[in-house]
């Protein structure tokens, strides 16, 4: 045990420089042992990166790691487990045709005689369980876990191996509050093992509640240190913003009384049979966005792909007056939705597909390039260049194929693209992901643009000053309902955040 | 501050789900299966149905099936498909035929292992170095063997100073490997084979085909058996093995626990060549090789894969059927004439099974296909010897279309891997 | 950022009117054949020197004998078959299906064609768009079980195709034994009835006399080297300008996406899968309407399998294809010259498999380079002073 001087992890002078960006500047960090220390900054701070650096799968351009006051060198993440660095990840590794035992197991098998010693693996991950108090079966497939055990799985594998630093990188971000609760939970039981945990977010409140000291992240660089005991959640994302929280602008409204979008009862079911969009009904008019808020994995996703009839679902859909239901994803976006999907690399793009034909895809059947059952690619090749002009597109031409250019230029195209088909109804999930800040206030502008000529918006988002300032109308989903109808006038990130997590109606 | 210490939900019931068949029903439907097959002996007088001779002869042709469809197991479980499977058989059979003629047997399968291994060895390098997907490689292998062979005939046994029985095509006769029978039972006094040749209902069949599966047991036929359990050990009871069944199902996961995933990868796939060429070994070791002999078993061993739901037991199976369907097609035309009673036998069941679990409309269905078969038999005398020749082919694809909706296969099977790119 | 004072970032420069064919691409989409021809070529050379010949002095007379003119109509002839072949796996190939089942869809076309075409009797033209109409459709049936299978029951196509080969191939020698042959006295040949000359396509030697070429004794120009240049076009039409295509190609580059674009995934496999058994049901027609007017069991097999090989060399592009199906035609015909100078012929069958093999290993090496450079360049022309 080492003195209590001694931090048990130090970042000091961390840089990191990647083609076109400074991810961390000078960034410094001391946890001592048994504390949960938190980081916190908004997207593109540098958490991420920082942490990758600290689990050993990036290297620092400058900068030192200590571990227990001596300097160390982490070539992988190998290296930072042999020093007692854990990583739990956001997206979890796991094997799912695998038992929980298998994939805790794999890469430190415990082995007799050529064997596989299942036996001495299993009484060491129930003692594991039962100290920390985090319950798993060890013969249980992984497949058929919920998400809250494969956390706790996660942290399994790295406490089998030996870690004493635990980082985990946003793990509340598809956690229901129950499973929020028992995280927090086996958290206190490591803590009291004298087990670090380093935890990574941009909740603030959850943060307040669990950690011991906070260090604020911004623009890659390190704010300051404090005791979260000291400080309030206001001041501390006025440190992560640098600046107040924004106030929505006091515009005119430009929302008519025509119902645009009419939902009703919309029910979404998994294979097993669960709801995860439950009896949804809402509405959009033209010249209005409505804004959907909600902790990332309440329904959104699936609330949206059945929108464009990508899932199915029961319940009615009505667009402009015409009834949809059960209609084609073609003749959905035929009939005047445009899309702008969350995952753009797998729903948005061809990657190996050059600019143009970007361009053309979901638009195939309309001008100006469609000419009966062909496709005008010059015509293609033009407008492809009035989007890359009007959008602020980053290239050097449109014959360059998709996947060389950045994802914040990848997403002015795909909504450049999207505008231009003359949508009377934009489904937008994120629409401003991974885009630079300049050209994310361009993106909002044509948005209002648009929005004061009549287009309805459905408007899914995590950035809480996009979902803010765009809408006209606020509604939170979670667990697959509808929660709360809010104004972003009067609303605030408090109340706000506790209609998303279910913590009680006002603050 | 209390610990949530949570209870571990009962997992019993999703467990027995994750492992293969129960005993109890894999029993129970054996049985049926049995019944059903006496029946059809009896009714139609085709003794082949359940003979020692067509068992027999099943195991013998299901080997080549089921060590092409391990070593498409042992690919995939790793996240490579192997459609090169079928070259690698054929290279198998190449130089085992040609290894084993003037060096012996045993020599002979060493070289047909070898061969295989370097045509997965070929494949892995594409598929995992270079990124080529995985089908394209495969495809372009079997091209590659298929030339190999025939030009590497051509030199050998084209010449006028040729071997004895050799031709453009063929190559001489290579010496058997010793066989071996159970003792008392299928050889020397030969109760089994007593027991079948009374015709009783039942007692004979079984009789029959256990005589069939002991007796004149070529010592291939006998490790390719075994290679069934031993790659069940290896992958799932060894490190190695856990390792590989990660790298198939989540390389990213396998790579960020310090897996070495490209090693892992090569090593199934060389492994998978090496039994394909096993297989070849199995073709023409106390046989010949001859021009387009493999007749496509390296793609019905990857139907075997899928039939047994990527694990040995149901490929073993698998193999067994696809072996028992050539061996019917091969032995006797009638017995071909009395599968088609079984298919409406057992047509018959299903209709009542899902009758049952009141599926009407699969019911129905079910009886009307059944009763077309049974009107089949009923009209004709013998099937046409074109249309027995695909018998395996035939069922191969009935047992997909049927079987391919409720399998899992390994996760990543089939998908390009990069280390360092993002999920 | 605030909401309250949008800030406008400097306006993108316009894209500069670069040249519409990039000659780095082009360099870089010569260069995996290239590449893939030198190793198939060294492969070809080791086999040669196993066998005891020199290998210079074997293509030498390749290249000698293989281009004198009757050599090249020769060449044309082979290739016209695999050139449809290879167009119809390629079709499958850009949509992301492998459609292995050529084989089978050309031999059971061919049998029925034969058939067909034998039982009627039709004024020229017709009679043969008859036979043509026939292939097409056996064709694209057979294809059709493959694409059933797929959309409904999850089958890979993969390996039902290749199945269904062998059935086919069954089936074809029942059909033909049982209820197609010609039943002539004495004669154990099992052919279908020849076809009469209203059936028959003409051959292009006047065209070529006018032109003031002579076609040699005993060779002839097939005239469905046209109809096969006119399907080149009509499937370049197709997947490079229609919009049925730009969804063919759409789903290859990425399932994901077309579906989201709108894409009806079964209908475009089930489709696709017609279209190439179609196709695939015009291979065995050069032979049929061309030169032996009826179909045995000893019509050219093997046809399938190599136009996937062709397919591959041709990256779904139908002038590569062309030339890839030449120079298969090419090969196959040196194996007659192989044989003059006593080198086992079937070394042009490892040549073949060997192209293959390194082409596909080739162009995603090339794809790769081509990866960072296009990365590379964007970076460069964005941001010029890319600064840390």
């Known amino acids: 045990m080492t003195s209590p001087d001694v931090p048990v992890v130090q970042l000091a002078g961390i840089t990191k420089r990647f083609p076109g960006v400074v991810a961390n500047r000078d960034v410094a960090l001391v946890v001592r042992a048994g504390e949960v220390h938190a980081v916190v900054g908004e997207n593109g701070a540098g958490k991420s990166t920082l942490m990758k650096i600290l689990y050993g799968m990036q290297r620092p351009d400058e900068g030192t790691i200590s571990v227990d006051g001596a300097p160390v060198r982490f070539r992988d993440p190998g290296d930072a487990i042999a020093a007692g660095i854990g990583m739990v990840h956001q997206h979890f590794m796991l094997a799912d045709n695998l038992t929980v035992l298998e994939n805790v197991i794999l890469g430190a098998e415990p082995t007799r005689r050529g064997r596989l010693d299942t036996g001495a693996a299993r009484t060491r991950i129930l003692e594991l369980s039962d100290r920390y108090g985090l319950g798993v079966d060890p013969d249980a497939l992984v497949e058929d876990l919920g998400v809250g055990d494969r956390q706790r799985i996660e942290i399994l594998k790295v406490l089998f191996r030996g870690a004493r630093v635990l980082i985990l990188d946003e793990p509340t971000a598809v956690l229901v509050p129950q499973e929020v609760d028992e995280l927090f939970a086996s958290l206190e039981g490591l803590r009291a093992e004298g087990v670090s945990v380093i935890f990574i977010s941009h909740k603030l409140d959850e943060v307040l509640r669990v950690a011991d000291t906070v260090t604020v992240l911004r623009q890659g660089t390190t704010v300051t240190t404090v005791e979260a005991a000291g400080v309030t959640a206001r001041e501390l994302a006025t440190l992560m913003v640098g600046s107040e929280l924004p106030t929505p602008e006091t515009r005119d409204s430009t929302v008519t009384d025509v119902v645009e979008l009419a939902v009703e009862h919309l029910t979404v079911r998994s294979p097993e049979g669960r709801p995860v969009v439950e009896d949804v009904s809402l509405q959009v008019h033209r010249g209005e966005v409505l804004g959907i808020a909600g902790v990332e994995g309440n329904g959104q996703v699936e609330l949206v792909e059945a929108l464009l009839g990508l899932r199915a679902s029961t319940g009615t859909v009505h667009l402009g007056g015409r009834d949809l239901t059960g209609r084609s994803t073609r003749e959905r976006r035929e009939g005047g939705i445009g899309y702008v999907p969350e995952d753009r690399q797998r729903q948005g793009l061809l990657l190996s597909g050059s600019l143009w034909e970007n361009r053309v895809l979901g638009h195939q059947g309309r001008p100006p390039f469609a000419r009966g059952p062909w496709i005008d690619r010059g015509a293609a090749r033009r407008d492809t260049g009035r989007i890359v002009r009007e959008y602020g597109v980053r290239t050097p031409g449109v014959e360059v194929p998709a996947f060389a250019l950045s994802g914040g230029n990848q997403q002015k195209l795909i909504v450049g693209r999207e505008m231009s088909g003359d949508p009377s109804l934009l489904v937008a999930s994120h629409p401003t992901r991974g885009v630079d800040v300049g050209a994310q206030a361009q993106l909002w502008e044509h948005l209002r643009e648009a929005r004061r000529a009549g287009l309805a918006v459905l408007l899914v988002s995590a950035d809480l000053e996009e979902l803010i300032g765009l809408s006209d109308r606020l509604v939170v989903m979670l667990r697959g309902r509808l929660v709360a109808t809010l104004d972003p006038a009067t609303t605030t990130p408090e109340i706000l955040g506790s209609a998303m997590t279910g913590a009680g109606a006002a603050a | 501050m209390s610990t949530a210490l949570k209870s571990p939900a009962s997992t019993t019931d999703k467990r027995r789900r994750s492992l293969s068949v129960r005993p109890r029903t894999l029993a129970l439907g054996a049985g049926l299966l049995l019944v059903l097959l006496s029946t059809v002996r009896v009714v139609s007088g085709a003794d082949d149905i359940t003979s020692s001779g067509t068992s027999g002869a099943a195991l013998r042709l299901a080997v080549p099936i089921g060590l092409a469809g391990l070593g498409g197991l042992w690919a995939e479980r790793a996240g490579i498909v192997n459609i090169g499977l079928e070259g690698m058989l054929i290279l198998g059979t190449w130089f085992g035929a040609w290894a084993g003629f003037f060096y012996g047997p045993w020599v002979g399968v060493l070289a047909a292992i070898a061969a295989g291994a370097l045509g997965g060895l070929l494949h892995a390098l594409a598929t995992v170095t270079f990124g080529v997907d995985h089908v394209v490689s495969g495809v372009s292998i079997n091209l590659l063997g298929g030339g190999i062979a025939r030009y590497l005939s051509s030199l050998a046994y084209g010449g006028d100073d040729r071997p004895p029985g050799s031709g453009q095509t063929q190559s001489p006769t290579v010496d058997a490997l010793p066989s071996v029978s159970l003792p008392v039972l299928s050889s020397g006094p030969d109760l089994l084979g007593d027991l079948e040749d009374r015709g009783w209902f039942l007692l004979s069949d079984l009789a029959g085909i256990l005589r069939g599966l002991t007796g004149d047991v070529s010592l291939i036929t006998l490790l390719a058996v075994l290679l069934v359990p031993a790659s069940f050990f290896v992958l799932w009871r060894t490190a190695f093995g856990l390792r590989l069944r990660a790298v198939g199902e989540n390389p990213v996961a396998a790579d960020s626990l310090g897996v070495a995933v490209y090693r892992l990868k090569y090593a199934a796939v060389i492994v998978s060549g090496a039994l394909a060429g096993l297989g070849g070994a199995a073709l023409v070791i106390g046989s010949i090789y001859r021009e387009g002999q493999t007749g496509g078993r390296g793609f019905i061993g990857l139907a075997a894969v899928i039939f047994g739901n990527w694990r040995p037991g149901g490929l073993a199976a698998g193999a067994g059927l696809f072996g028992y369907a050539d061996a019917l097609a091969l032995r006797s035309n009638d017995a071909v004439r009395g599968l088609l009673l079984f298919v409406a036998l057992l047509l018959v069941v299903v209709a009542v099974r899902q009758a049952l679990l009141r599926r009407i409309g699969l019911a129905l269905t079910a009886v009307l296909i059944g009763a077309a078969f049974f009107l089949w038999y009923a009209t004709v005398d013998s099937v046409p010897s074109q249309l027995v020749g695909f018998t395996p082919h035939l069922i191969t694809l009935l047992v997909l279309a049927v079987a391919s909706q409720r399998l899992r296969p390994p996760a990543a099977d089939g998908l390009p891997y990069r280390r360092g790119q993002q999920t | ?388």
């Open chain 3, 1 to 388: 950022m605030s909401l309250l004072t949008p800030e406008r970032a400097e306006p993108a420069p316009p894209p500069p009117a670069g040249p519409r064919v990039d000659l780095r691409r082009l360099a870089l989409g010569i260069a995996a054949p290239l590449l893939a021809v030198v190793v198939a070529l060294a492969v070809a050379s080791v086999a040669l020197l196993v066998s005891g010949s020199n290998p210079l002095t074997v293509y030498a007379r390749m290249l000698e004998e293989g281009t004198t003119l009757r050599s090249a109509l020769i060449t044309v002839n082979n290739a016209v078959p695999l050139y449809l072949s290879g167009l119809a796996v390629a079709l499958g190939f850009r949509m992301g299906l492998f459609n292995i089942g050529v084989e089978g869809q050309y031999q059971l076309a061919a049998l029925l064609a034969a058939a067909a075409g034998a039982a009627v009797v039709l004024p020229g033209p017709l009679h043969l768009l008859l036979v043509v109409l026939v292939a097409m459709a056996v064709g694209a049936a057979w294809a059709g079980v493959a694409a059933v299978l797929k959309t409904t029951r999850g089958v890979s196509e993969v390996i039902s195709t290749i199945m269904l080969n062998v059935i086919a191939g069954g089936i074809a020698a029942y059909l033909l034994s049982t209820y197609l042959q010609e039943r002539v006295e004495g004669s154990n040949n099992s052919r279908t009835p020849k076809l009469e000359a209203s059936a028959q396509f003409p051959n292009l030697d006047p065209l070529l006399r006018a032109v003031g070429i002579e076609p040699p004794q005993g060779t002839r120009l097939g005239g469905f080297v046209l109809v096969a240049v006119v399907v080149g076009v009509l499937y370049w039409l197709l997947v490079s300008r229609s919009r049925f295509g730009f969804d063919l190609r759409a789903t290859g580059l990425s399932p994901s996406a077309s579906v989201a674009s709108g894409v009806d995934a079964t209908r475009m496999t089930i489709v696709t899968m017609l279209l190439s058994g179609a196709i695939a049901g015009l291979v065995g027609l050069p032979q049929l309407v061309g030169s032996s007017y009826s179909y045995g069991l000893d019509f050219t097999s093997g046809l399938g399998f190599t136009g996937i090989g062709v397919a591959l060399l041709g990256r779904g592009s139908p002038v590569g294809v062309a030339v890839g199906a030449l120079l298969f035609a090419f090969l196959e015909r040196s194996s007659a010259t192989l044989q003059r100078i006593d080198v086992p012929t079937e070394i042009y069958v490892i040549m073949q498999g060997s192209i293959v093999l390194s082409v596909v290993v080739a162009y995603e090496s090339v794809r790769r380079i081509g990866v960072a450079q296009a990365e590379r360049a964007v970076r460069r022309a964005v941001d010029p002073a890319s600064a840390s």
